[in-house]
């Protein structure tokens, strides 16, 4: 693992650290889909994010959405369990929920917005293992694309 120095050997601060790697990790999808190499891009990034990406990478790329979804309070439980194990999350997610819970706080669960563009999109219920299970999600995204009408 490499650490970042920053810019110039500047540290960056955590808003435009996040901003560095979202822009980052949609270039590198998109370097990666112009080589003509498939690849499953994983984020919970909010629909407002999304959509500006998605829609310019539909003119490479066959794109699949699928949203995986429980209680949001199983969400949030399933988020700080991760975070509390890695010691590392939080230096670069910020995840304020985290830092709550190691105060002792619980924070408001919040909404998320998930992409909702025209497209074909799979939700997936992720409350106790996969519904529809691993089989049907994987035979989902494989589906050619259908002829226009």
């Known amino acids: 693992m490499c650490f970042s120095l920053g810019v110039g050997g500047k540290p960056l601060i955590l808003a435009e650290l996040g901003w560095g790697i979202y822009e980052t990790f949609f270039q590198t999808v998109e370097l990666v889909l112009t080589k003509g190499i498939t690849l499953v891009a994983e984020a919970a990034f909010q629909h407002k994010l999304w959509a500006p990406k998605l829609e310019s990478l539909q003119a490479i790329s066959r794109v699949r959405i699928v949203i995986c979804s429980t209680d949001p309070n199983l969400a949030r439980s399933r988020f700080i369990e991760r975070g509390l194990a890695d010691t590392n999350r939080e230096r670069f997610h910020g995840d304020k929920a985290v830092h709550a819970a190691k105060e002792g706080v619980a924070l408001p669960v919040g909404s998320y917005d998930p992409p909702h563009l025209p ?8 409350t106790n293992g996969y519904q529809p299970d691993m089989a049907s ?4 995204v494989q589906q050619p694309e259908t002829p226009s009408s």
């Open 119 to 126: 497209v074909p999109t799979l939700h997936v219920d992720t």
């Open 137 to 140: 999600i994987l035979t989902f």
